[in-house]
């Protein structure tokens, strides 16, 4: 019966902590040129500058990208489409 007591307590513990540990954010925007127009199939990458984990995604027909729950911390975004001069932006505080 102890054993079935530590067991659902470890299971509390870690909702608790799941629960906890829901602070997450997003980034959206929209690939443009210098134009103005937006920019299909453009490779975006989200690269968080503190623990090295990167996250890559493709623009939809409109240009618009989404990264969905990401962690809180510092990022570099970059995005390269054929035919154009990558663009990076450094420092996105995302809490």
């Known amino acids: 019966m102890s054993n079935r ?3 659902i307590a470890f299971f509390g513990v870690w909702v ?3 629960c ?3 602070s997450l954010s997003s980034l959206t925007g929209t690939v443009t040129d210098p134009t103005g127009a937006v920019v299909p199939d453009a490779k975006v ?5 503190g623990t090295g984990a990167q996250r890559s995604t ?3 027909p409109q240009g618009r990208y989404a990264f ?13 489409a054929p035919g154009l001069v990558d ?7 995302l809490w």
């Open 45 to 49: 990458s989200l690269l968080d500058t």
């Open 58 to 60: 493709v623009s939809d």
């Open 87 to 93: 663009l990076v932006r450094e420092n996105i505080q």
């Open 20 to 22: 906890l540990s829901q």
């Open 68 to 80: 969905l729950q990401v962690q809180p911390g510092t990022y570099r975004l970059t995005a390269q």
């Open 5 to 7: 007591v530590v067991k």
């Open 16 to 18: 608790a902590s799941w």
